[in-house]
């Protein structure tokens, strides 16, 4: 049996809710483009997906790349982890230098592991800006800041980005978030995000609560972004105010819960920051199964099986060049 | 592409907690048994899945059963939710008599909607007991009691089920819980259990949670279950003691947060109740990403696509007999 993403319904009788989980989940409704898009290969395992957009360019490196009409393969000859991220790398700066891809321009000299699954032992690292080039997956963490005020109730703090930011400039974003970097562990970059993007005090720090993580696969015109985020709740004081201590934050806004879905569905909400909002209103009882129709789907798509939709072992036909996973439904 | 939902890695470096996440997975995790289980239609539309040892019974209600190589379909001149269910009652109703399935010894008289996804229009209702037959969607609702205790920090509790119970006698399971049957509300069926089971007092109540729901798919002797559990979290004084008022809860016990992951892992906790649990612990800061390898599958685990597994129309040709789900990845 197939799995089905496909759509569900008809759009019209969709709560704004799940258009919104839809939404950021549009390359994993897309049924991931399987006609078009290619498994990318690295020592026997797919670890993501190569766009018709991107083979167009990779077709110029076959020292690097071994492309056929199943897959993208890493030429397995790269002895190791720092052979197999140089080469890639040397690739992607020249294809930097010939401005063959926006992603590019958000170039950051900070990497992001490659792996089968999270936590298992990374195959390379690559520039951040280009893992979406890739398909691979990547992981950030969160930090939902409220409060608990005597009258207004529950709120949240928002922050706004900076218009400067290569990604989703000016656009309304979660209190602090930060992607996962290669050698930072995720308490670590939670507290170390906090510090710089809203001076959160060290003794506020220790009331940080992990409280789970989402997963959807987001499509842009950057590239294919499967994104897990650590999820982070954080009291503060009714008096806290967080003012951003690096400059890539515009301002700060505090909301109360209610009005906080209105807030992520519009339009100068960042898309891909939603689902962390969503799941907190969720997890803290704002949005319930009573008041939102869409409940259960909004769920499940807030928690997409990423880990799952790569990581077989792959195995590469010698003779005609066609892959083809080992074990699938 | 097909979406793997096959093992990921090595039995031996798995983390407990994603094998007891697997383990209440068990059906998901097999591909739901493609060769063997055929889509069970219903107008059109595909809403359970049936199973060889179910099929062999089925076989012989050919008025009501259409079996072909590629699906069972509900006879399709029923022409309305009460002939539906009446049809499906009567043959239920003699399969019990001859003793034919384990799973109809627990008979209840009540019974469960059959829809498309949560939420759609029920397309007929079956007794709670054979939803497990015909691999439709149940739904249910469970509670989270616990305290924050000034020494012994948060706190849990749990009922132990009554040992003349029809399913899981005798074994561990969250403080509170309850199907989702016919014309009853999601908060009615918490507020309803939350007083028959622990006699929880109406001012209370005023306190219940919603923080989400856990969608798995597990599979036992009795049949297959996929099952969403609509998750309250209840915050309670500290000299509050649940006490069973219907005679279904053997006694109940109070532990510590520290000591719920081995509550769970343990032999005689129901598995289908641990991910209500599980989920719990995650969200409050327990179980976390630092303290658990396999986190982010665990999570995965604990909201897996059951709204879009079935769903879909299903083209039923007249000619040969096969079914083919129209939209599929």
Redesign the interface.
């Known amino acids: 049996?197939?799995?089905?993403?496909?759509?569900?319904?008809d759009d019209n009788k969709m709560s704004p809710l799940l258009a919104l989980a839809r939404k950021f989940n549009c390359f994993y409704l897309s049924?991931?483009r399987?006609s078009e898009c290619k498994?990318f290969i690295v020592e026997g395992f797919q670890v993501g997906l190569i766009s018709p957009k991107v083979m167009k360019h990779l077709i110029n490196y076959p020292q690097v790349f071994h492309i056929t009409n199943g897959c993208v393969e890493l030429n397995p000859a790269f002895r190791d982890y720092n052979e197999r991220s140089e080469k890639i790398d040397e690739v992607l700066k020249e294809l930097r230098e010939k401005n063959a891809f926006i992603a590019l321009k958000g170039w950051r000299d900070e990497c992001f592991e490659v792996s089968?699954?999270?936590?298992?032992p990374s195959l390379l690292k690559i520039d951040r800006s280009a893992t979406c080039l890739f398909g691979v997956r990547n992981y950030g963490v969160s930090i939902n800041g409220f409060i608990n005020h005597p009258q207004k109730g529950k709120c949240i703090w928002f922050q706004k980005r900076s218009a400067a930011k290569e990604t989703w400039p000016g656009k309304w974003d979660s209190m602090v978030s930060g992607g996962l970097s290669v050698g930072q562990?995720?308490?670590q970059t939670a507290i170390k995000e906090a510090m710089e993007e809203a001076s959160v005090p060290t003794d506020l720090l220790k009331k940080l609560?992990?409280?789970?993580?989402v997963?959807f696969y987001f499509e842009s015109e950057r590239g294919l972004s499967p994104n897990?985020e650590?999820v982070f709740d954080l009291e503060t004081p009714i008096d806290f105010e967080p003012v951003c201590a690096d400059g890539e934050v515009e301002c700060f806004e505090l909301l109360p819960v209610t009005k906080c879905v209105q807030k992520i569905l519009a339009h100068d909400f960042k898309t891909t920051s939603a689902p962390v909002v969503l799941d907190f209103l969720?997890?803290?009882?704002v949005v319930?199964?009573?008041n939102e129709?869409?409940?259960?789907?909004i769920?499940?798509l807030?928690?997409?099986?990423?880990?799952?939709?790569y990581?077989?072992r792959y195995r590469i036909s010698k003779e005609n060049g066609v892959g083809e996973?080992m074990?699938?439904?």
């Open positions: 049996m197939s799995i089905s993403v496909s759509s569900w319904e049924g991931f399987s498994p089968t699954a999270f936590g298992a562990g995720i308490s609560t992990s409280a789970g993580c997963s897990t650590f969720i997890r803290h009882g319930t199964p009573e129709p869409d409940f259960v789907k769920l499940e807030l928690h997409v099986p990423l880990q799952s939709i990581g077989d996973s074990i699938s439904v």
